[in-house]
C-alpha cells in the first residue's frame, strides 16, 4: 500500500470482524481546526454496528487461539508498528490536519513517540513470566502445586479523546492487543481519521486475526455508554473528562467490569523560594501553549512565592505574549488552535469567568486579532485570583495559566493538593532535598523535578483523586489489561 491510498477517497471505514465497511448512520465530516475546513468523511456507525464490532471482538477471544498464542501476539503488534513507522510521513500530515497538532510535537508524544512505543508492549509481552510458581505450602494440612496464572481479561472496550489521538489509542491498542486481549475502540467524534487509518493499516498489512481489532468511528457519543454497558465487554478503558468517566463508570456498575480510568487534571507547578523563578516562570507558561494547552497533564496553576508573584506573572506573561498561535504546520509553532468552536467558546467561558471572579489578564484574554479563521485562542495569564477560584480549579483545556501566590513549602504544597483532580506535578526549587521533599507530598501521578520528563514507554502514567484509576503504559500499564488465576493441584 502506498502511503497515498490511505483514506484514499476521502471517506474513512469502520473496521469490523477483518473488514472495512460503510456506516450504517452514514457519514459525518472531519474538520481542520486551523483552517474550518471539512477534510473529508468518517464512517458514522450506529448502534447495530457497535454491536456487531462487540459480537466479532468477542468471537475473536472466547473461539480463537489469540489470547494463548503470544508469538502471534508479538508478530502482529509489530507488524502494526512497522507499518506505522512506513506510513510515518503520511500520518504526521494528517495529524497536523486533523487534530491541529504542532509539527514539532508530531515527532514526540503526537505521533513518532506512541508508534515507537508498540515495541515495548511486544518486547514486554515476550519476555513475560505469564505463570509462576508459587512454591509449597500445606493449607488444611494438604500440600498441593500451585501456579499463578496471568491472562488476558477478554474484550476490551477503549474510549478514547481527540487531544493526543494517537498516543491514546496506541497506549490502550498496544499493551491490551499484546496481553491477549480483544479490542474494540470507539475513538472521539472530532478525530475519526486518526483512528480509521489504523484500521486500514492493521486490514492491509498485518496479521491481527479478524474480530481481534475493532475500530468503530462515530458521531454519536452514546456508542461509548453503550460499549460500557454491553455484557459482552470485559473491560472498559476510558480516556477523557472526569465528568464522562464518572458516566462511564456507573454504566459499566450493573456488569461489575473492569474500569480502568485516564481523565482530567489541573497541575500545578510549584516554585519554591529559593528557585531561579524567572527561567521557572518561563518553562511553566511555555508548557502552558504547547499544543494550545489541550493536555490533561500540563501544568495551568503557576504556585510562587508571595513576594515575587508580580515578577512571576511579569516573566508568564512575557514569555506566553511571545508565543502567537500559529499555522500548525508552520515547524516554528508551538501553540495551534483548539479542536472545535464548541472547544473555543468553552475556553473562552473560563476567560470571561477570571474578570467576573476578580482577575485581571496578563496578556491574551481572548481570539487572536489577525486570526478570524481558525479556532484560536491567545495565550493568557490570569493573575489576582485565588486557588478557590473556578478558573484556577476547573480543567480549561486551552493557553491558561493562572498564577497563584503560595506562603512557603507547606502552603505551595497545600494548595497544589488543594484540587479534586491528582494527575501530575511540577517542583523548582536550588536544593534537591527539599524539592524531593515537596514531591512526595504531592497527591499525584507523576512529578517533574526540576525538569525532569516522565512521560517514557517504560513510565506509568495516571492520576490520583478524579483523575482517574489504573496507570497506562510501563508494566503497571500492561497489567491493566490482564486477570490473575490460582491453580491449585493437588500433589500426588
Ligand atoms: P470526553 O470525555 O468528552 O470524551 C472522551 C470520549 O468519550 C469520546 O470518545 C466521547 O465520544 C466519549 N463519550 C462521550 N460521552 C460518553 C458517555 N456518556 N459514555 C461513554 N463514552 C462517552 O473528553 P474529550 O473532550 O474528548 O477530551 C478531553 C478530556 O480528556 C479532558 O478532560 C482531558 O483532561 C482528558 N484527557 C485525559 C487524559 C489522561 O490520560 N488522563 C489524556 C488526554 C485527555
Known amino acids: 500500500m502506498a ?54 471482538a468477542r468471537r475473536a477471544f472466547d473461539e480463537t487461539d489469540w489470547s494463548r498464542n503470544t508469538e502471534l501476539r508479538v508478530r502482529c503488534v509489530r507488524q502494526l508498528r512497522d507499518a506505522l513507522q512506513h ?35 511486544a518486547d514486554t509481552a515476550e519476555s513475560y513470566v505469564w505463570n509462576q510458581d508459587l512454591g509449597q505450602a500445606s493449607p488444611m494440612g494438604i500440600p498441593p502445586r500451585r501456579t499463578i496464572a496471568r491472562e488476558a481479561v477478554g474484550v476490551v472496550g477503549a474510549i478514547t479523546p481527540w487531544n493526543f489521538p494517537h498516543q491514546i489509542n496506541l497506549a490502550k491498542l498496544g499493551p491490551a492487543l499484546a496481553a491477549g486481549n480483544t479490542l474494540v475502540l470507539k475513538p472521539a467524534p472530532d478525530t475519526p481519521w486518526c483512528a480509521a487509518v489504523l484500521g486500514e493499516i492493521i486490514a492491509e498489512r498485518t496479521d491481527f486475526p479478524p474480530g481481534v481489532v475493532n475500530i468503530v468511528t462515530s458521531s454519536d457519543h452514546s456508542l461509548g455508554a ?70 490533561c497533564a500540563i501544568t495551568t496553576r503557576l504556585v510562587v512565592p508571595r513576594g515575587r508573584y508580580d515578577e512571576a506573572v511579569a516573566v508568564a ?18 501553540c495551534g488552535p483548539l479542536i472545535s468552536a464548541r472547544q473555543r467558546d468553552r475556553v473562552q467561558g473560563y476567560l470571561d469567568l477570571a474578570i467576573a471572579e476578580g482577575g485581571t489578564f496578563a496578556c491574551g484574554g481572548g481570539r487572536p486579532a489577525n486570526r478570524d479563521v481558525g479556532f484560536f485562542i491567545e495565550p493568557t495569564v490570569i493573575a489576582g485570583l485565588s486557588n478557590d477560584a473556578r478558573p484556577a480549579r476547573e480543567e480549561i483545556f486551552g493557553p491558561v495559566l493562572t498564577v ?57 502514567f495516571g492520576g490520583y483523586k478524579q483523575s482517574g484509576n489504573g496507570r497506562e503504559m510501563g508494566i503497571a500499564g500492561f497489567e491493566e489489561y490482564l486477570e490473575t488465576k490460582l491453580v491449585a493441584t493437588a500433589a500426588t
Open 226 to 295: 453503550l460499549l460500557a454497558k454491553d455484557p459482552r465487554v470485559d473491560m472498559v478503558s476510558f480516556t477523557g473528562s472526569t465528568a464522562t468517566g464518572r458516566s462511564v463508570m456507573a454504566d459499566a456498575a450493573a456488569t461489575v467490569k473492569r474500569v480502568f480510568l485516564e481523565l482530567g487534571g489541573k497541575s500545578a507547578f510549584v516554585v519554591l523560594d529559593d528557585a531561579d523563578l524567572a527561567a521557572a516562570s518561563g518553562v511553566s507558561a511555555f508548557t502552558a501553549c504547547m499544543h494550545a494547552g489541550q493536555g
Open 87 to 121: 506510513h510515518i510521513e503520511r500520518l504526521r500530515e494528517l495529524t497536523i490536519s486533523e487534530v491541529g497538532a504542532p509539527r514539532m510535537l508530531t515527532a514526540a508524544a503526537q505521533l513518532e513517540g506512541p508508534v515507537n512505543d508498540l515495541a515495548f508492549s
Open 404 to 460: 497563584i501566590a503560595h506562603d512557603g513549602d507547606d502552603d505551595a504544597v497545600r494548595i497544589a493538593n488543594d484540587s479534586p483532580y491528582g494527575l501530575s506535578g511540577t517542583v523548582y526549587s536550588a536544593d534537591p532535598d527539599r524539592a524531593a521533599a515537596v514531591a512526595a507530598r504531592l497527591r499525584v501521578g507523576t512529578v517533574n523535578v526540576n525538569g525532569g520528563v516522565w512521560y517514557s514507554a517504560d513510565a506509568p
Open 317 to 334: 506573561a512575557g514569555t506566553m505574549s511571545s508565543i502567537k498561535p500559529g499555522d500548525p504546520n508552520d515547524p516554528g509553532t508551538v
Open 3 to 56: 502511503d497515498s491510498s490511505l483514506l484514499a477517497n476521502g471517506v474513512s471505514a469502520l473496521f469490523i470482524d477483518g473488514k472495512l465497511s460503510e456506516g450504517r448512520a452514514g457519514t459525518f465530516p472531519t474538520i481542520n481546526p486551523a483552517t474550518e475546513e471539512v477534510l473529508g468523511l468518517a464512517a458514522d456507525a450506529d448502534a447495530e454496528d457497535m454491536g456487531r464490532a462487540v459480537e466479532a
